[in-house]
Each structure stands twice: as C-alpha cells, then as structure tokens.
C-alpha cells in the first residue's frame, strides 16, 4: 500500500493554530505516518517556530506541484500560499486577513480531496469569527466543505473522545429554532450517517443512543411534545431501516451511559447539548470529525484560545489524536474500501455506508 497523504492545513494565524502545527510536524510519530503536505503562510510558520523554540525538518516550496511530489513519510513538505502577512494578523486578535488565509487553506485542501491528491485532511483550530468578516454567510467546517465542494450527499460533523462519539442533529444555530429544525427524516438520517461513519473507524458493532430533547424525556409529554411527535418515531423508523439506534433518552443521564460504555455514539439534538459533556469527559483529547465528505476531516474539538497564544501552554493532545483518527479512517478505506465495511460482523455494518 502507498503511502497515505495527509494535508495538514494552519489554522488561524492569530491563534494557537501555528504552534500546534509547528509541535506536529515536529513529531516523529506524525512525520513518518504519512506523507505530510503543509498549507499556510511560511511566513507564519516561521513566526510558530520561533515562538515553540523548534524547527522542524519540512521543506518549503512555493509550487503546490512541487511540495505534493516532494512530501514523503518522514519528510513533510510545506505549501507557502503567501495569503497571510504576520503584521496583518498579530497574536490573540481577531483579524480578517487570518480569516482569509484559514478559509483559503481549507478550501484548498479540500480541493485537493476533491481530485483525489490526497487521503485525509487535519486542520488546527480555525476562529469563525475571523472567518466571517470576509465570509459573512459562513457557519462551520462541515457546511462549508458541503458548499465548497457543491456536494448533494449528506455530511455530518461529530466530536469524539476515547469513550464515545457524539453526532448532533441542528449544529450551530439559535437554541431557540431547534426544535422546529427537528424532522423525522432528518433524525434518521443522522442515525445513518453516524452508523456510517462508525463502522468506517472499525466499529463493527455499532451501539447508537438518540438523545430526547426536553427534560425526562418530555415525561410523556408534560414537558413537550417532540418526543412523542418526531424523535420517538425516528428512532422506530431507523430500526425498522436495520440501523442499531435506541432512545429517546433523557440527555442529563444518556452520556453517563455512553461514558460507561454503554453506547459508541450518542445523537444529540442540539449542539451544547453533546459539546458540554464531551468537553467534560474529555477536552483534553477532544476531535471533531467531519464525515461524508470525499475524504476523512478532523480537528482538535478546542478552539483557537487567543489568551494562550506565545505562552506554550497549548496541550498537544487533541491535535495529536485528530491526526491519528484521520489517518486511521484513511488507512480504512484504502485497505478495505467500503465492501469490507460492509462485510463487517454487525448487522449495523452491512448496509451501504456513505464515503
């Protein structure tokens, strides 16, 4: 087998994007997994560099086609876009020219995967704040890769520590509209495409909890309907599809559960509802995973922490894990591909799985 080929795309360049970037690259354990393409400002990255006291053996290029033929296991190479001067982006401040260069980074990797140049895509923490003062319709990763890459098939966005993942069904909208973005369609689909990407990580038997929604589960009712009208019903309609979902469950005791090892994933219905107890249970090796998309996206599950930046206080950990669920998803589906997901022991995994 070839060896995979993982873009590695800085983050914001105000933020403690750079410096994660810089300690990756400095790991053996990342730098010989993969073939390691670097996107960003070099500029930047000497400014990281300088700040975490390391210097990394990655060649620079200015040529995209040159750093993709240069970069090989244990010799990363690095694409200099040349899209962020560091006076135009100082430390810990918001700024649209970081903005510009993180949005200009993931599109291009994205690119990339669209054409098939590389396997897998990790990114340091991006700052949506930054990002939407140059793209103001902008909501997340997961949407603007859909957007981006023009795609029609569904996509998710999950958070993931070493005890469970949690997949979300409304993401990153007003608490207030949640409950009527909620659909029966739309639950199921989420339960499938959790299923999926499940089974793509080398779950074979996939254990999937759905969330309610008010508290007690709505207690029949008495505090709302929605698990009577749509969530109830979304969960019979994916076992009655063969997809291994169980709930609604009331959400203050659902992650007690999974955290047990009661479940491999939990469906969420709304985003602080799974992003405060993972954060919880595991900040400190926290992933988002993006799923759907024409190859396998992670990032640290943190964000961009401006008060820390130049302090070297910044865990390694979570952007360490990102890279390795990246590559282990990857490595899935170039060894196996999606037949021998299907081909997995579990019911769960043998229906068709989205890649």
């Given at each position: ?41 070099a500029r930047v990255l000497a ?127 007003p608490l207030k509209d949640v ?177």
């Amino acid at each position: 087998m070839s060896a995979l080929r993982l873009a590695l795309v800085m983050g914001d360049a105000a933020g403690i994007g750079p410096e994660l970037f810089v300690r990756l690259l400095d790991r053996p354990e990342v730098r010989e997994r993969a073939a390691i393409l670097g996107i960003g400002d070099a500029r930047v990255l000497a400014r990281a560099t300088e700040q975490a006291g390391l210097r990394p053996a990655v060649r620079v290029e200015r040529e995209l086609e040159v750093a993709l033929a240069r970069a090989a296991p244990g010799r990363p190479a690095f694409w200099d876009r040349a899209d962020c001067d560091p006076a135009d982006c100082p430390p810990g401040r918001v700024s649209a020219a970081a903005g510009r260069a993180a949005l200009g980074g993931y599109r291009a990797a994205l690119d990339l995967a669209r054409t098939g140049r590389i396997d897998a895509i990790t990114f340091t923490p991006f700052n949506k704040q930054a990002i939407r003062l140059v793209h103001p319709s902008y909501e997340d990763e997961a949407v603007e890769a859909v957007e981006h890459l023009g795609l029609e098939t569904p996509s998710a966005e999950f958070n993931v520590i070493a005890a469970f993942w949690n997949a979300r069904v409304t993401s990153h909208v007003p608490l207030k509209d949640v409950a009527g973005l909620l659909s029966i369609e739309r639950i199921v689909e989420r339960i499938a495409t959790t299923r999926d990407a499940l089974c793509a990580a080398g779950i074979a038997r996939p254990r999937i909890a759905v969330a309610a929604l008010n508290p007690h589960a709505g207690e029949g009712g008495a505090f709302g309907s929605e698990e009577i009208e749509v969530i109830g019903p979304a969960v019979e309609r994916a076992r009655a599809l063969g997809l291994p979902a169980e709930g609604p469950y009331p959400a203050d005791t659902v992650f007690v559960r999974a955290k047990a090892g009661a479940f491999d994933a939990v469906v969420s219905m709304y985003h602080d509802q799974g992003q405060i107890a993972i954060k919880l249970l595991g900040f400190e090796s926290g992933v988002t995973v993006l799923w759907g998309l024409p190859v396998p996206v992670t990032t640290p599950a943190h964000g961009t922490a401006f008060d820390i930046v130049g302090t070297a206080k910044a865990s390694l950990g979570p952007s360490l894990e990102a890279v390795r669920i990246a590559l282990a998803m990857a490595e899935g589906r170039t060894r196996a591909g999606v037949a021998a997901v299907r081909a997995a022991t579990s019911p769960g995994c043998m229906q068709s799985v989205r890649s």
